[in-house]
């Protein structure tokens, strides 16, 4: 199957500051990328979807000025967590689809945000 | 894309068959099923999708009722590293379009009983 990998796995930020993680399709070019957020115990919610070169599609309830997506090419998706608190502790997911996967959405490995 | 409905856990002994299933009445005629599963502290793992016919690949084999209104996933001979939440999903799946992304339920988790 394709390849979603991410960056980095884990990261701790101090309360207020920016983070950003990387997403990137290994051996495809992803037109589309969707960023989700997991917190403990519960199950993945879809933030947004971005497709390359164009601005991302934020899901109803997420602040598109604090969760910024960038999708510049086919291959690299980024969000960064902008003035980050503690409640934005939580596993961020991407997931990636193209032509080439035949719309099968593949997933990286995920992102733990600890905020302090 | 319709709603599933699946059991929230399941046992089975390793090295036997495990069989989860999936209900999914409301399904339109060009929604796929997809199954994910997801191991703890890791993204999702696609596993199978199918439209009406029965599939099988090297993880698992996905039986869809004639109906469509339910389907089964099957994990041949599972091991202790098969436990892991799984999700059924279905979605509209377009060769050319389709960016909608996966909405996840609660899903199965499955736990192998050595």
């Known amino acids: 199957g394709a390849v979603v990998s991410q960056h980095p796995s884990r990261v701790i930020c101090k309360s207020g500051t920016s983070v950003k993680i990387e997403c990137r399709s290994l051996?495809?070019?992803?037109?589309?990328m969707f960023w989700y957020r997991q917190f403990p115990k519960q199950s993945l919610m879809l933030m947004a979807t971005?497709?390359?070169?164009?601005?991302?599609?934020?899901e109803q309830g997420v602040e598109k000025d604090k969760f910024l997506i960038n999708h510049a090419s086919l291959t690299l998706s980024t969000l960064t967590v902008t003035s980050a608190h503690p409640e934005d502790s939580s596993f961020y997911i991407c997931?990636?689809?193209?032509?080439?996967?035949?719309?099968?959405?593949?997933f990286g490995e995920g992102s733990w945000l600890t905020v302090v | 894309d319709a709603k599933t409905t699946q059991p929230p856990s399941m046992d089975c002994a390793e090295g036997r068959a495990a069989n989860l299933p999936c209900n999914h009445s409301t399904i339109s005629g060009n929604e796929y099923v997809y199954w994910y599963r997801q191991i703890h502290s890791q993204g999702p793992q696609y596993i199978i999708h199918?439209?009406?016919n029965n599939e099988t690949n090297e993880m698992a084999s996905l039986i869809i009722t004639e109906d469509r209104k339910s389907s089964t996933l099957i994990l041949p001979h599972a091991t202790l590293r098969d436990t892991a939440v799984y999700y059924c999903?279905?979605?509209?799946?377009?060769?050319?379009?389709?960016?909608?992304?996966?909405?996840f339920g609660k899903g199965t988790h499955l736990i192998i009983q050595p």
């Open positions: 971005s497709n390359e070169g164009s601005k991302a599609t934020y």
């Open positions: 997931s990636a689809r193209s032509l080439f996967t035949g719309n099968t959405i593949y």
């Open positions: 199918g439209l009406k």
């Open positions: 999903i279905v979605r509209v799946a377009l060769a050319g379009g389709g960016a909608d992304g996966l909405t």
């Open positions: 051996d495809f070019q992803a037109t589309t």
